[in-house]
C-alpha cells in the first residue's frame, strides 16, 4: 500500500472535455470519488483526502466548468452533465466497488452517479443536500452568478470575501480554496476559476427517481445550522429508502466538512467501516 506527500495532478477525457483531479496515491485500495460544491473545486477536501488516503485510493474531482477542468458552456452544466464526467473517471480508470461522497450540488452529483452506476457503487455519502432544488435556491444562485465575479490583486483578498461574515468555519479552508480556486487574469487581478455559465443550469430540480435507483449504502449528513434539507424531504428520504442513514452534525452548517472536520471523517469512516467498504 502506498500513499504520497502531495496529489498527483491527473486528467481525462469525458465527452470532449478535460476533466481534472487530483489522485491522492493508494492504488488498489478501494476507491472515493470526491465531488466538491457548486463554485468550488477538488482542493476543498485536502484536509479530508489527506486523512484518509491511508485507507482509500482518494481521486478529488474538479467538476466541469471548475477549477482546471474544462469550461463545457451554456447549457452543458445539468446534474446529469456532471455525473456523466463521474462515469467517465469510472470507466477511464476500471474502477469497482467505488465509494461516491459529494457535498451540496456535488452531493446530487453523487446521488446521481450512485444510481447510474449502480453495479459498481459500494457506498453513497451525501453531505447537506438533499434531492429537490427549489427555486429559491437556484434563482438566488444564478443572480449572485449572473452580476459577474469579483476581482482582487492577492490570494489574501480572495480568501477574505470567500469568508464574508462566515465565522464558524476555520480561516484556513478560505485561504486554500482562494490559492487553488482562482488565477490570474489577462489585466493582472487574480479571478475565480469558474465558468460563470453554470448559473444557466443552475435550476430547480427533483432526483426522487434517482434515489430510488439507488442499491449502495447511504448516508445523508445535515448540519443544524442550515436549512437545505428541510423535514419534508428528510421524510421522503426514509420513505424511498428505509434503510437510509441520516445524520445531524451540531453546529455545522452547509458545508460540514469544514465546519466540523474530525466529527465528518469519523462518521464517515464509521458509516462506511460497519458497510465493509
Excluded at 129 to 150: K, L, N
Excluded at 183 to 192: A, D, E, I, S, T
Excluded at 241 to 267: C, N, S, W, Y
Aim: hydrophobic share 40%; charged share 20%.
Amino acid at each position: 500500500m502506498t500513499t504520497t506527500a502531495a496529489p498527483a495532478d491527473r486528467y481525462f477525457n469525458s465527452g470532449n472535455l478535460r476533466i481534472h483531479y487530483l489522485d491522492w496515491g493508494n492504488e488498489g485500495a478501494k476507491p472515493l470519488i470526491l465531488l466538491h460544491h457548486i463554485s468550488s473545486n477538488a482542493h476543498t477536501w485536502d484536509d479530508f483526502a489527506r486523512n484518509v488516503r491511508s485507507r482509500y485510493r482518494v481521486l478529488a474531482m474538479d467538476m466541469r466548468g471548475h477549477g482546471d477542468s474544462a469550461w463545457a458552456g451554456e447549457g452543458n452544466y445539468t446534474t446529469e452533465h456532471y455525473a456523466s464526467d463521474v462515469t467517465a473517471l469510472i470507466q477511464h480508470l476500471g474502477l469497482r466497488n467505488v465509494v461516491v461522497l459529494g457535498g451540496s450540488t456535488g452531493g446530487r452529483v453523487a446521488l446521481v452517479a450512485a444510481a447510474q452506476n449502480a453495479d459498481r457503487v459500494a457506498a453513497l455519502v451525501m453531505e447537506d443536500v438533499g434531492a429537490v432544488r427549489p427555486a429559491t435556491i437556484s434563482q438566488g444562485f444564478a443572480d449572485r452568478v449572473a452580476t459577474g465575479d469579483p476581482q482582487f490583486d492577492t490570494v489574501e483578498e480572495w480568501a477574505k470575501s470567500l469568508q464574508g461574515q462566515n465565522q464558524r468555519t476555520p480561516y484556513r479552508f478560505f485561504q486554500n480554496l482562494a490559492l487553488h480556486g482562482t488565477k490570474r487574469l489577462p489585466n493582472g487581478k487574480l479571478g475565480l476559476k469558474r465558468d460563470v455559465l453554470i448559473q444557466r443550469d443552475f435550476v430547480p430540480l427533483e432526483l426522487w427517481h434517482y434515489v430510488e435507483k439507488v442499491k449502495a449504502p447511504f448516508l445523508l449528513m445535515i448540519g443544524t445550522e442550515s436549512t437545505i434539507v428541510g423535514q419534508d424531504q428528510q421524510t421522503r428520504f426514509k420513505q424511498i429508502r428505509p434503510d437510509i442513514e441520516m445524520v445531524t452534525v451540531q453546529g455545522a452548517g452547509h458545508i460540514i466538512v469544514h465546519d466540523k472536520p474530525e466529527e465528518f471523517e469519523r462518521l464517515v469512516l464509521d458509516f462506511l467501516g460497519r458497510h465493509g467498504v
